[in-house]
């Protein structure tokens, strides 16, 4: 059940990204998405407690290529939809061997790999696909801007999930 609410977790940040302008607060542009991908992470650590790291990966695997089919379905181009691919899989591979190697609280695995994850999905994502170098729909002034923004709302979403684990107590596996 884990597996299935995180890859439509995926698809619902995709849909969402698509379909509505993103969010300007201030200096910060920031895609819909965000908000979900932030969720993602902790699903992600949750389906790898329910059924193993190997298992986890064919799983990130299934939602590479569900990602990436609903991207291009939606309309984005080849650079967004590879920049897309690249940036999920860095992040959803560092964020499963984080989440592996930390001897801590579960809480904490989830909060470390997450904003490591959450990190790494922005820079890569905006860097390849958002900038000049990519689709070139950010200027280079716009570009930090744009991963910080991506950062705060996903490391937002990390601590809300840990207060959740914590609340509903969560076990450290």
């Given at each position: 059940?884990?597996?299935?609410?995180?890859?439509?977790?995926?698809?619902?940040?995709?849909?969402?990204?698509?379909?509505?302008?993103?969010?300007?607060?201030?200096?910060?542009?920031?895609?819909?998405?965000?908000?979900?991908?932030?969720?993602?992470?902790?699903?992600?650590?949750?389906?790898?407690?329910?059924?193993g790291?190997?298992?986890?990966?064919?799983?990130?695997?299934l939602?590479?290529?569900?990602?990436?089919?609903?991207?291009?379905?939606?309309?984005?181009?080849?650079?967004?939809?590879?920049?897309?691919?690249?940036?999920f899989?860095?992040?959803?591979?560092?964020?499963?061997?984080?989440?592996?190697?930390?001897?801590?609280?579960?809480?904490?695995r989830?909060?470390?790999?997450?904003?490591?994850?959450?990190?790494?999905?922005?820079?890569?994502?905006?860097?390849?696909?958002?900038?000049?170098?990519?689709?070139?729909?950010?200027?280079?002034?716009?570009?930090?801007?744009?991963?910080?923004?991506?950062?705060?709302?996903?490391?937002?979403?990390?601590?809300?999930?840990?207060?959740?684990?914590?609340?509903?107590?969560?076990?450290?596996?």
């Amino acid at each position: 059940m884990r597996a299935l609410l995180y890859l439509a977790t995926i698809v619902a940040a995709n849909i969402i990204t698509a379909k509505f302008v993103p969010l300007t607060l201030g200096i910060f542009i920031i895609p819909w998405g965000s908000f979900l991908i932030g969720v993602t992470f902790i699903l992600r650590d949750l389906t790898q407690n329910q059924i193993g790291r190997k298992k986890t990966y064919l799983v990130i695997l299934l939602a590479l290529v569900l990602s990436g089919i609903s991207s291009y379905l939606l309309g984005d181009g080849l650079t967004i939809v590879t920049a897309s691919l690249i940036a999920f899989l860095i992040s959803e591979t560092t964020d499963t061997e984080i989440y592996t190697r930390l001897k801590l609280k579960m809480e904490y695995r989830v909060l470390y790999s997450g904003l490591v994850g959450g990190l790494l999905d922005s820079t890569v994502f905006v860097v390849i696909g958002l900038s000049p170098i990519g689709a070139g729909f950010l200027t280079w002034n716009q570009v930090f801007t744009a991963i910080v923004g991506q950062v705060i709302i996903k490391s937002i979403m990390q601590f809300i999930g840990v207060l959740a684990i914590k609340t509903i107590g969560g076990k450290n596996k």
